[in-house]
């Protein structure tokens, strides 16, 4: 069965460059949630898109944006990068958004901010 | 939205049944109990999920209390594979999109 993709895997970047991730849903699923996973701590909730809008939001830095496109996938924008956004962030879909539309994850990106 | 507690570690002997036991005394009457795993930061992997009933698939079993205030998943026959962090997750009443995730059972599961 197809999951939900993630690219890039892995990714390097400098402190104050900026970086973008993509998540693509699993067919059909047409809600997003992107969450961020620092060292030895629990995934933390980011921000989330049904059909293109937003539906809620998280911790996330003024620094972060997302966006939602009409084919489903979505990009985390990461700006100003500081050291403390090293982490993996995970993407996971669903279909709908009520209360038991399961989330599926994807792999992850690894973010390395030098 | 309901905290829930787990022990932070666990062991299992392979082949034997895994146990993991969390904590909701907080729950409300329409918040389901999730539970997914997660493998040596792999994506967090969906097991069960369920409401009031028990509830059994192919990879777990979960059985919720009367007062739905605790639940157990049950791993029938625990393998090296199974070795993760397994979170039991409340989801959020009102707003339904997030996962808060606590911090899990560490479950080491031993030759």
């Known amino acids: 069965a197809a999951g939900v993709i993630q690219s890039p895997r892995h990714l390097i970047k400098e402190k104050r460059e900026t970086a973008t991730l993509k998540c693509y849903p699993i067919?059909?699923?047409?809600?997003v949630y992107w969450y961020q996973q620092g060292p030895g701590q629990d995934p933390q909730f980011l921000i989330s898109f049904y059909e293109k809008m937003q539906s809620d939001k998280g911790s996330i830095p003024d620094r972060f944006s997302a966006q939602q496109f009409s084919d489903y996938h979505s990009e985390l924008n990461m700006s100003s990068l500081e050291l403390g956004d090293s982490a993996l962030y995970f993407c996971?879909?669903?279909f709908g958004q009520g209360d038991i539309d399961t989330q599926y994850f994807g792999p992850g990106t690894r973010l390395t901010v030098l | 939205d309901a905290k829930t507690t787990q022990p932070p570690s666990m062991d299992c002997a392979e082949g034997r049944a895994a146990n993991l036991p969390c904590n909701h005394s907080?729950?409300?009457?329409?918040?389901?109990v999730y539970w997914y795993r997660q493998i040596h930061s792999q994506g967090p992997q969906y097991i069960i999920h369920g409401l009031k009933n028990n509830e059994t698939n192919e990879m777990a079993s979960l059985i919720i209390t009367e007062d739905r205030k605790s639940s157990t998943l049950i791993l029938p026959h625990a393998t090296l594979r199974d070795t993760a962090v397994y979170y039991c997750?409340?989801?959020?009443?009102?707003?339904?999109?997030?996962?808060?995730f606590g911090s899990g059972t560490k479950l080491n599961v031993k030759p």
């Open positions: 996971a879909s669903s």
């Open positions: 067919p059909r699923h047409d809600t």
């Open positions: 997750i409340v989801r959020g009443r009102y707003n339904f999109n997030k996962f808060y």
């Open positions: 907080t729950i409300s009457g329409n918040e389901y």
